[in-house]
T-cell receptor, first 110, second 115 residues
């Protein structure tokens, strides 16, 4: 069945790059997503990538997609304390649903 | 900016009691969803709702669960007889107005604690 796996915790120093990795199972996903959850808030769409793309860059964010290996990554350049949050990878089940991972907690320290 | 709102933010209930979680989705959205996250686990899909009926539900969404959109604005999740394992954060979401099918807008969640 559909499944999304990601590591649970990442700690980086302020100013360094963060890379959060994810593997998924549904090769028919049209889009793949990264959602961000800040403390006390709901999930918020951070970025997404269309399945026929290998890379998408959006300011400090770079999304890489390896369809062969079903691997998705999110790179945050120049990580700031405000980037501390939980990051969820999700694959597309169409309008009917998203399949999420368990989330990667990113801790940024000085 | 329009947002999805959920009430209550936290509810504590006794096992076997009925619980209703409420959500006000964004008004022009077409699809409505409930997800839940048990502490430390994945965010799990429960149900999607479109055109006043359930469009898809997961195996978690058994006969104890129901959803309703009674008045065109509120979207409710009812758990008929709560169990300890229903303790989780329940997220409401809405979407369906762009070609980005997974662009959902989430509420802040309702934490349910079953004792």
């Amino acid at each position: 069945g559909e499944d999304v796996e990601q590591s649970l915790f990442l700690s980086v120093r302020e100013g360094d790059s963060s890379v959060i990795n994810c593997t998924y199972t549904d090769s028919s996903s049209t889009y793949l997503y990264w959602y961000k959850q800040e403390p006390g808030a709901g999930l918020q769409l951070l970025t997404y990538i269309f399945s026929n793309m290998d890379m998408k860059q959006d300011q400090r964010l770079t999304v890489l997609l390896n369809k062969k290996d079903k691997h998705l990554s999110l790179r945050i350049a120049d990580t700031q304390t405000g980037d501390s949050a939980i990051y969820f990878c999700a694959e597309d089940g169409g309008y009917n649903k998203l399949i999420f991972g368990a989330g990667t907690r990113l801790a940024v320290h000085p | 900016e329009p947002e999805v709102t959920q009430t209550p933010s936290h509810q504590v209930t006794q096992m076997g009691q009925e619980v209703i979680l409420r959500c006000v989705p964004i008004s022009n959205h077409l699809y409505f969803y409930w997800y839940r996250q048990i502490l430390g686990q994945k965010v799990e899909f429960l149900v999607s709702f479109y055109n006043n009926e359930i469009s898809e539900k997961s195996e978690i969404f058994d006969d104890q669960f129901s959803v309703e959109r009674p008045d065109g604005s509120n979207f409710t999740l009812k758990i008929r007889s709560t169990k300890l394992e229903d303790s989780a954060m329940y997220f409401c979401a809405s979407g369906g107005t762009t070609e980005i099918t997974g662009e959902l807008f989430f509420g802040e969640g309702s934490r349910l604690t079953v004792l």
